[in-house]
């Protein structure tokens, strides 16, 4: 039919929450620099406490997986195109960090 104007579908981002499992894997860097993750990432800053705190224990694994965590961070913040935001919501009133996740999700 001629004369037909499509309006194009607004396209609004999402939000996907990360967790540490997700920053320990690198391919969560590759998938956000190939553009293919369109969506909008939030980080929650009662992690970055998490993973700062894991950096001064004793412990070398957690040492490591915290280290690789955070320059996932640092990577992630100087991709151009992907929104990195922070979130200050704390839940004091839960202990678990993963109880904590699910609530903001």
């Known amino acids: 039919i001629p004369f037909i104007r499509f309006k194009p579908a607004s396209h ?3 939000d ?3 967790d540490q499992s997700a920053l320990m894997d690198p391919r969560i860097i590759d998938l956000a620099s190939s553009g293919l993750l369109d969506h909008q990432l939030i ?3 009662f992690m970055l406490k998490e993973l700062n ?3 001064e224990t004793s ?3 957690l040492k490591g997986k915290a280290r ?3 320059d996932a961070i640092k990577k992630l913040e100087n991709i151009p ?3 990195l935001r922070f979130v200050d919501n704390d839940f004091p009133e839960l202990k678990d960090s993963m109880a ?3 609530r903001l999700a």
Do not use: F, G, M, N
């Open 12 to 14: 609004k981002k999402k």
């Open 16 to 18: 996907v929450v990360l």
């Open 43 to 45: 980080l929650p800053r």
């Open 53 to 55: 705190a894991a950096l």
């Open 59 to 61: 412990d070398e694994v």
């Open 68 to 70: 690789r965590s955070l």
């Open 81 to 83: 195109s992907l929104e």
């Open 100 to 102: 904590k996740l699910i």
